[in-house]
C-alpha cells in the first residue's frame, strides 16, 4: 500500500511539473506587449582598458504575463536613461544603520563608505568607469538619493569586482517602478 502512494504521488508530481512547463513557450514575440524590443549593448563603445563597463536601464510598467491590480496590463517599458553613477568601498547593508540613510526599499540618502568615482551613462545608457583593480559598491543617483537595488551573500551592495587589465560589465537596472 505504502509502496502505491509513493507510485501516485510521483505520478501527480510529474504530471504537475509537465502542466507547468507547457505554461510558458520561451518566445520572444515582438507583438506580445509585455516584450520590450531588444536594447543597444553598447560594448562596442568601451574604451577603457581596466574598470567597470554597463548600460542603466528603466524599468517601468507590468512585466507579468497577466494584469494586475493597480498596475495597466499594457505590458511594461524598458528606456536607457542618463545618470550619474557613483561608485564606493564596498559598501554593505549593515553598514547603513543610519535611520535616515534608508528612505524605502533600494533608495539611500547617505553612503558611508568612501567615494571612488563618478561617471554618467549617456542618452544609450552607456557607462564606463576607470578604476584600479578592487572590489566596489556602485549606486545609481536618482534624484536627491542613491539606487541600488542587488546584494551580494556578504550584504554588500550592488558589488562589481575589477580585476587586474580587465573591464567588467555591470548592467544597472532601475526597476523600482516595474512589476515582476
Known amino acids: 500500500m505504502r509502496r502505491r502512494c509513493l507510485i501516485l504521488e510521483l505520478t501527480l508530481l510529474s504530471l504537475t511539473a509537465i502542466a507547468f512547463a507547457g505554461c510558458g513557450n520561451g518566445s520572444t514575440d515582438s507583438t506580445n506587449p509585455n516584450v520590450t524590443p531588444s536594447l543597444p549593448s553598447n560594448e562596442d563603445k568601451v574604451t577603457i582598458s581596466q574598470g567597470a563597463w554597463g548600460n542603466v536601464w528603466f524599468w517601468d510598467g507590468n512585466f507579468m504575463p497577466v494584469a494586475i491590480p493597480g498596475i495597466e496590463s499594457s505590458g511594461g517599458q524598458i528606456t536607457p536613461v542618463i545618470r ?4 564606493h568601498r564596498p559598501t554593505t547593508w549593515t553598514e547603513m544603520t543610519n535611520p535616515t540613510s534608508n528612505i524605502s526599499g533600494p533608495f539611500f540618502l547617505n553612503i558611508p563608505s568612501e567615494l571612488i568615482a563618478i561617471a554618467s551613462s549617456d542618452e544609450t545608457g552607456f557607462y564606463q568607469i576607470d ?3 578592487g572590489l566596489y559598491s556602485v549606486f545609481v543617483k536618482e534624484g536627491t538619493a542613491f539606487y541600488a537595488n542587488l ?9 562589481v569586482e575589477v580585476l587586474p587589465g580587465t573591464v567588467t560589465k555591470l548592467q544597472l537596472d532601475i526597476t523600482y517602478k516595474a512589476a515582476f
Open 84 to 87: 550619474e553613477i557613483h561608485v
Open 131 to 133: 578604476l584600479p583593480p
Open 151 to 159: 546584494f551580494d551573500s556578504q550584504g554588500r551592495i550592488n558589488p
